[in-house]
Every structure is written in C-alpha cells, then in structure tokens.
C-alpha cells in the first residue's frame, strides 16, 4: 500500500535505530528541545539562526535518518515557511522598496519574513527529531519527568505527559487511516482532483466525514482499552523499563545551555 501522507509528515513518527541520537535519554532530548525552541526566538541576528540550523543539521546526521525521508517530511512545512515568509514580505509595515496596489515589499519585511520562515523550519525540523529518535512510551516518561516539579503549583504532569504522547501516537494512525479512504476512493473512480488550489481542497471535503467517524471510533476503543486496564489518572504507576541517566544525556543538556547563555550574552551585550 502506497503511503501518501506517512513519508510527507514526520511529527509523531518512530525511526527504529541505534545512532548516538537513539541512545539518549527521553528527558534529555525533551530538555535539548525545549533549550532549542527558546533559543530559536533568543537569536536575533542571522549569525545566531545560521549557527541554529548547522546544529540542527548536526543532529539530524548524527541521528543517521535518511536524508531522503527527511526531505519528504519536511518538504509540507517548507512550503508553509516559504508562505509565510511571503506574506511578511507584502504586508509588514515599514520602509517600501517596491508597491504595486495594495502589495508592499518593505525591507522590514523581507528580514522579519525570513526570520520567521526559519524559525518555522527549524523548529518542526527540531521537533520531528525529538519524535523520531525516540518511542511513544519513552516520550511521556520523559516528558511525565520534566514536568514533574511543577506539582508542587497544582500541574498534572503525568495527565498532560499522557495526553501529549497520545496526540502524537494518533498522528501517523489518522495519516495512515487518511491514506485507505483515499485509496478507496481512487478503486471506485474518485479520489483527490487535481487542477488548482480550490479544486484540490473541495476534493478533501468528503473525506472528511468518513476519516473523522475513524478518528472518533480510534479514540473511543483506546478509552475502553484504559478503562478495561483500570487506568487511573495521576496514580502512582511503577516503570517496567527505566531509562539511565548517563553522562551524555548531561554533555547534551549542558551544551544546550551554553548556546542559550551564549545567545542571551550576544543579545545583551551585542
């Protein structure tokens, strides 16, 4: 079976591997994650988001996927930045070197059009790492793990730890689902039109009937199946596996502080 939208989306999907990226603790790679995504919105200068990208690109050659399924992933989201770097060219206020109507290309909005193009990529590219390297289980210990100080204001970390690894489970499940009632539809003469933007999105309107009933149906046979197992929200739950802590999970978070401390230095003091 063909996979139209699997290869085309990584957020939520498990790359099986062994690389040094693998081997790292969850809640080591929650902590890298969420250094990086503050110090995406830290920089300031292209210097900073130039040195952003090459560590990104680090690690997604570290991470050993294929470059090849990389570029699939993230070419959707690609086309979002490259949107959304348009649409700052034409429409953010400043100093215009070039109108046509109500169209304004200012240089205001060239510079903050592609920062946040950027931003974008690399933050989805940084995320989708994050869930490829590592299992839907390791990711809620991990994340139950990070949260798990902030009880003492009233957080539920294991409920929100458990919601989130469900939503990115049901990521590549409502993909692979979306891909059967699409080729259902092509076996009985329908299927996606093709022709322009608004034929192509009138095409999704009838299955989205169909892929939400799947969806519902998912999502009720996944509350039973925890119910059945007496699961209970906030309970005190033992680990079967447990994951080390070891010295490159603290090499990884301390190095991911001192791009944070370098950056916060460069925007103070720059």
């Known amino acids: 079976m063909s996979r139209l939208l699997q290869d085309k989306l990584l957020l939520g999907q498990y790359y099986p591997g062994v690389s040094p990226i ?21 920089a300031d200068d292209w210097l900073g988001w130039g040195g952003l990208a090459v560590l990104a690109a680090v690690v997604a050659w570290l991470s050993h ?34 109108q046509w109507g109500f169209l304004r290309l200012t240089k205001e909005g ?25 299992k839907p289980v390791a990711l809620t210990d991990g994340m139950e793990k990070m949260l798990t100080p902030l009880r003492v204001i009233g957080l539920p970390a294991a409920e929100i730890a ?77 680990r079967w596996r447990q994951a080390p802590w070891r010295w490159p999970d603290t090499v990884t978070v301390a190095f991911m502080f001192a791009v944070l401390a370098v950056l916060i230095g460069g925007r103070i003091w720059g």
């Open 162 to 238: 458990m919601t989130t690894s469900i939503a990115l489970r049901f990521i590549p499940t409502i993909l692979e689902e979306f891909d059967r009632i699409v080729l259902a539809q092509r076996a009985r003469g329908g299927g996606l039109a093709r022709g322009n933007l608004f034929k192509r999105l009138a095409s999704f309107v009838p299955l989205l009937v169909p892929l939400l009933i799947s969806a519902f149906r998912r999502a009720e046979d996944l509350a039973q199946a925890m119910e059945a197992k007496c699961y209970q929200s906030g309970g005190k739950r033992s």
């Open 65 to 98: 996927i294929p470059v090849k399924a990389l570029g699939r992933g993230l070419k959707g989201i690609l086309i979002f930045a490259i949107f959304t770097m348009a649409f700052n060219f034409f429409f953010y206020p400043g100093e215009a070197i070039w």
């Open 110 to 134: 060239i510079f903050y059009g592609l920062a946040m193009g950027l931003r974008l990529f690399l933050l989805v590219a940084f995320s989708s790492l994050l869930t490829l390297t590592s």
């Open 22 to 42: 693998h081997k790292l603790n969850a809640l080591s790679k929650w902590i890298a994650a969420l250094i990086y995504m503050i110090a995406l919105f830290v």
